[in-house]
C-alpha cells in the first residue's frame, strides 16, 4: 500500500537504478557458471523473489548494497521451491540453465502482471527444437532431453523472456543457432553482452536475428555490471514534465534506449535537454497537446511505458489515442485513472482515447500491474 500525498513539486538529480528485465535473465543465466559477481543489481520485489527461488536450488546468494554473488558449487534441484516460481514470470528463465545442467526440469507455469495471457509456447516449441521433449502438465511444465547438436533455426516471435531463453539454451550447444524475430531490447543486448564477457559467441543482426555459434565452455567465474533501466527512466521523465518546480535532472537515463517514447514526449510538448554523460534535464512542461500513439517491439514505443505516458496525455490538451498492440489486458489500469477524474475511454482491449487535459484527484485505486 502507497499513500501520496499529492501537490509536491520535485526538484534536484535522480539516479537511475540497474535493470530490473535485465537483471532476471542474467542471473539466470549466471547458473550456467561456478562463481559470479553481479554489480548495480536493483533492490526490489522481483529480484528478492528470484533469488528466493535461487537459494532454493542450492546456491549460495550473498546480495549487498547492489552488488550480487552467486556460488553454484552446490546447486541442485533437491529442494526447488515450486510454489516461489508461481510468483514471478522471471522464473521461466530457469528452464535453459537448469535444463543444461540436469537434463530435466519441472517447473509451474509462471506467474507475473495480470496484464495478458502470457503464453510460453515460443519457449517451449524452442527448446523441443533444440531437443527437450516436454509433457505439459495442467499446472507445470516437465522438459528432459539431451541438446542435439548441429544447426538449428528457433523463432522467438519478438517475445522478450523467449529470446532470453533460448539465447541461454544455445550458447553451450555444439552447432550453429539462428534466432529468427528475436526480440532486441536493451536488456536483452545486456544480456548478450554478459554471456560474451563468459566467453559466449553471439551476434545480435539488424534484421532481429541473432547468431549464436555453441562453445566447449564458458567461463567459470564471472563478473559483471548490470545496465541501467531506461523504463525507471522514462517514469522520471513524465514525473519531471508534470511535477517538477522547475525541472529534475536523470543521472544513467538511457537516452539512447528511449528513442521512441522521448521522440513522443517532445511531439507531446514535454521540455528537456540531453545535458550528455547520460543525463537528462526534463522542464516543467505546460501546454501539452495530444498525440496518438503504438506500443511496439524495441526500438518502437516500449509497452512498459504505456500506462506512464497515459498519464502524461491525460494533462494534454485534446483526445489521445493509445494502441497496445502488445497486451490485451494493458489498458485496464485506466479505470482507476477516471477515479481519478481522468477520462480515459477504452474502445477495446487494445485501444483507448484519453481526453484531455483533466485536473486529477486523490483517490484510492489499484496497480493493475507494475508499471501501471
Ligand atoms: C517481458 O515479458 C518483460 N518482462 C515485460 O515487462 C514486458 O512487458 C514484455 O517483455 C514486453 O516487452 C521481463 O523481461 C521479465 P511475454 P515477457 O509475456 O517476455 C507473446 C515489466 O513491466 N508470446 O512473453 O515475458 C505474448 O502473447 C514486465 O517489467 C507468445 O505468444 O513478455 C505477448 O504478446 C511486464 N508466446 C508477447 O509475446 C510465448 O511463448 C510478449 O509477451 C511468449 C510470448
Redesign the pocket.
Known amino acids: 500500500m502507497l499513500k501520496i500525498t499529492g501537490g509536491q513539486h520535485l526538484s534536484g538529480t535522480v539516479e537511475i537504478s540497474g535493470s ?2 535485465a537483471s ?2 542474467i542471473i539466470a543465466a549466471s547458473l550456467l557458471l561456478e562463481k559470479v559477481t553481479l554489480h548495480n543489481v536493483p533492490r526490489i520485489g ?1 529480484i528478492f523473489s528470484l533469488l528466493e527461488i535461487i537459494v532454493s536450488l542450492g546456491v549460495i546468494v550473498d546480495f549487498t548494497g547492489n552488488r550480487l554473488t552467486m556460488d553454484m558449487t552446490a546447486i541442485s534441484l533437491r529442494n526447488m521451491d515450486r510454489e516461489l516460481m508461481k510468483k ?3 522464473s ?2 530457469l528452464l535453459s540453465p537448469l535444463l543444461y545442467r540436469f537434463g530435466t526440469v519441472d517447473i509451474p507455469f ?1 506467474g ?2 495480470n ?11 524452442g527448446l523441443r527444437e533444440i531437443g527437450y521433449d516436454s509433457v505439459d502438465g495442467s499446472e507445470s511444465i516437465h522438459l528432459s532431453g539431451t541438446l542435439q547438436a548441429g544447426d538449428k533455426n528457433l523463432y ?9 531463453n533460448l539465447i541461454t539454451a544455445n550458447v553451450l550447444r555444439s552447432g550453429k543457432t539462428r534466432i529468427h524475430l528475436a ?1 532486441i ?1 536493451p ?1 536483452v543486448v545486456n544480456l548478450v553482452d554478459f554471456l560474451k564477457k563468459q566467453g559466449a559467441n553471439i551476434t545480435i543482426n539488424y534484421d532481429h536475428t541473432i547468431d549464436i555459434v555453441g562453445v566447449e565452455n564458458i567461463n567459470p567465474a564471472g563478473e559483471f555490471s548490470i545496465g541501467y533501466d531506461y ?1 525507471e527512466s522514462g517514469t522520471f521523465v513524465v514525473f519531471g514534465a508534470l511535477c517538477s518546480e522547475e525541472y529534475i535532472d536523470i543521472h544513467h537515463a538511457c537516452i539512447s534506449g528511449l528513442t521512441s517514447f522521448l521522440g513522443k514526449c517532445h511531439e507531446v510538448g514535454v521540455r528537456f535537454q540531453d545535458l550528455g554523460n547520460d543525463t537528462l534535464r526534463v522542464f516543467r512542461s505546460e501546454h501539452l497537446k495530444a498525440v496518438k500513439f503504438q506500443t511496439n ?2 526500438p518502437g514505443f ?3 511505458l504505456q500506462s506512464v505516458f497515459c498519464i502524461l496525455l491525460s494533462q494534454a490538451e485534446g483526445v489521445s489515442r493509445v494502441q497496445e ?3 490485451e489486458g ?1 489498458l485496464n489500469f485506466l479505470v482507476e485513472l477516471e477515479k481519478m477524474k481522468g477520462h480515459p475511454a477504452l474502445m477495446n482491449p487494445h485501444e483507448a482515447l484519453i481526453f484531455g487535459p483533466t485536473h486529477l484527484r486523490g483517490a484510492t485505486v489499484s496497480s493493475w ?3 501501471a
Do not use: S, W, Y
Open positions: 530490473k528485465n532476471l535473465p522481483d514471478i514470470r522471471a521461466i528463465l509462471p507475473g502482471c496484464i495478458g495471457k502470457r503464453p510460453i509456447d515460443e519457449h517451449l516449441n522467438a516471435g519478438f517475445a522478450v523472456t523467449a529470446t532470453e526480440a531490447e536488456h523504463i517491439v524495441f516500449p509497452t512498459d498492440i502488445m497486451f494493458r500491474d507494475l508499471r
